[in-house]
């Protein structure tokens, strides 16, 4: 197989990173030419540093042909600044690969091979990844940023709904132009900070990227000043939220959730109307009655609303619906269960017992939504 030379332009955002930048471009000197099956150079995104980070890049300049500088009017953000770097390496500098660095030695530019040598593997989407074994955080660290970098990684990985991904907010990374970023509207950039590498990463996902996750030692900052927002955490909850705003998926539960929610209405007010106050049953049969109806009530909804694209139609529809009783059974077989073991537990506490209660509701829709999506709808993938 003959291996294509490929063009990666490595892109390095600054902001007043001088003494990191004369360093790194001394380091990246002596490694970068070591790489030879693929063509590397360097593309200095500087937001108009005031300690005059640029002119130390056009200085080594002078000397080095494969180093680049692109300097914004102003600081914008560090999406904007990727925003310009990469349409420049698209545009200007003809890359086929662009990778994401930070100037201050928190990438170890000793690891930027590993990642370049999976080019050859056949991925898409290289990430430098600090969960994975080999991978790692500082443990110079507080608790406090170790606990925010460790939990708003799992949060976001659940709310996008990668658990496959171990390391989705990292900053080390190599995406393919090709099919790839050069389909990547960045007038669309869904923020102008640090959160943008959630957009990229989800946007690389959806486009079916084949993802490779290298462990790296992300290391601890020992010079020059961290640019890190305040409130990235909420900018990065509002990237996700709108990313998943129309998540087939996301709204499909939520449809779920709300039919449950009108099942629970009608169960309660025939209980309330026929059992209580008509008197027209007593209370129990009123409950198992409101119970039927608001077991019709879910599967029909469901059939037609929630798994609509998968919806039972004609003479099937009653064995479904038969199958969608036995269900209804199941769940309060597991309430049941959950609540004897919390009678059990709580001594008859009656925190403990509603906690079980709780825990019960939400076991139940879990556990329901998964029989709705894989036996009686039967969503694939
Ligand atoms: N051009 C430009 N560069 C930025 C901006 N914000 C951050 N940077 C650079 O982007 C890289 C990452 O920023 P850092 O402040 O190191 O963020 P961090 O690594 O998450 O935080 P620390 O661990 O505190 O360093 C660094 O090279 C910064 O100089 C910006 O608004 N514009
Ligand atoms: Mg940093």
Same mark, same amino acid.
């Given at each position: #197989? !003959?291996?294509?030379? $490929?063009?990666?332009?490595?892109? %390095?955002?600054?902001?007043?990173?001088?003494?990191?930048? @004369?360093? #790194? !471009?001394?380091?990246? $000197?002596?490694?970068?030419?070591? %790489?030879?099956?693929?063509?590397?150079?360097?593309?200095? @995104?500087?937001?108009?540093?005031?300690?005059?980070?640029?002119?130390?890049?056009?200085?080594?300049?002078?000397?080095?042909?494969?180093?680049?500088?692109l300097v914004e009017t102003k600081k914008e953000g560090l999406g904007m600044a990727y925003a310009k770097g990469m349409t420049h390496?698209?545009?200007?500098?003809?890359?086929?690969?662009?990778?994401?660095?930070?100037?201050?030695?928190?990438?170890?530019?000793?690891?930027?091979?590993?990642?370049?040598?999976?080019i050859d593997n056949g991925y898409d989407y290289i990430l430098g990844s600090r969960y994975i074994p080999g991978g790692s955080i500082p443990s110079e660290w507080g608790f406090k940023r170790k606990f925010l970098s460790v939990v708003g990684n799992h949060v976001a990985r659940i709310t996008l709904l990668l658990p496959g991904i171990h390391d989705v907010t990292g900053g080390f990374k190599l995406a393919r132009v090709k099919g790839f970023m050069d389909e990547f509207d960045f007038?669309?950039?869904?923020?102008?900070?640090f959160a943008y590498k959630i957009h990229l990463?989800?946007?690389?996902?959806?486009?079916?990227?084949?993802?490779?996750?290298?462990?790296?030692?992300?290391a601890h900052r020992t010079a020059g000043e961290s640019k890190i927002i305040k409130n990235e955490m909420q900018e990065t909850l509002r990237v996700i939220f709108l990313l998943q705003l129309n998540?087939?998926?996301?709204?499909?539960?939520?449809?779920?959730?709300?039919?449950?929610?009108?099942?629970?209405?009608?169960?309660?007010?025939?209980?309330?109307?026929?059992?209580?106050?008509?008197?027209?049953?007593?209370?129990?049969?009123?409950?198992?009655?409101?119970?039927?109806?608001?077991?019709?009530?879910?599967?029909?909804?469901n059939n037609f609303w929630t798994f609509s694209d998968h919806r039972v139609v004609g003479a099937k529809i009653f064995g479904k619906f038969l199958q969608f009783n036995f269900t209804?059974?199941?769940?309060?077989?597991?309430?049941?269960?959950i609540l004897s073991i919390g009678e059990y537990?709580?001594?008859?506490?009656?925190w403990v017992i509603r906690g079980f209660y709780f825990a019960a509701l939400v076991i139940v829709l879990i556990t329901n939504y998964i029989i709705y999506n894989k036996i009686i709808w039967k969503v694939k993938k």
């Open positions: #197989m !003959i291996q294509l030379v $490929a063009r990666v332009v490595i892109i %390095i955002p600054t902001f007043n990173e001088k003494d990191n930048t @004369v360093r #790194m !471009i001394d380091t990246l $000197a002596g490694i970068l030419p070591e %790489i030879r099956d693929h063509q590397v150079e360097l593309l200095y @995104v500087d937001g108009n540093s005031p300690d005059g980070t640029a002119d130390v890049v056009r200085d080594k300049q002078k000397e080095l042909k494969w180093l680049h500088l390496a698209m545009k200007e500098l003809k890359a086929d690969w662009l990778m994401e660095f930070d100037s201050d030695f928190q990438h170890p530019p000793q690891d930027i091979p590993r990642l370049i040598a999976e007038g669309r950039l869904l923020s102008r900070s990463l989800h946007y690389m996902v959806q486009k079916g990227a084949r993802v490779k996750e290298v462990p790296f030692h992300f998540n087939p998926k996301i709204r499909r539960f939520f449809k779920f959730a709300a039919v449950g929610g009108t099942g629970l209405v009608l169960q309660t007010l025939i209980f309330e109307i026929l059992g209580l106050k008509l008197r027209l049953f007593s209370p129990a049969v009123a409950t198992v009655i409101g119970g039927e109806l608001a077991i019709v009530n879910n599967f029909l909804l209804s059974l199941l769940a309060l077989g597991i309430q049941f269960v537990v709580a001594g008859g506490n009656e």
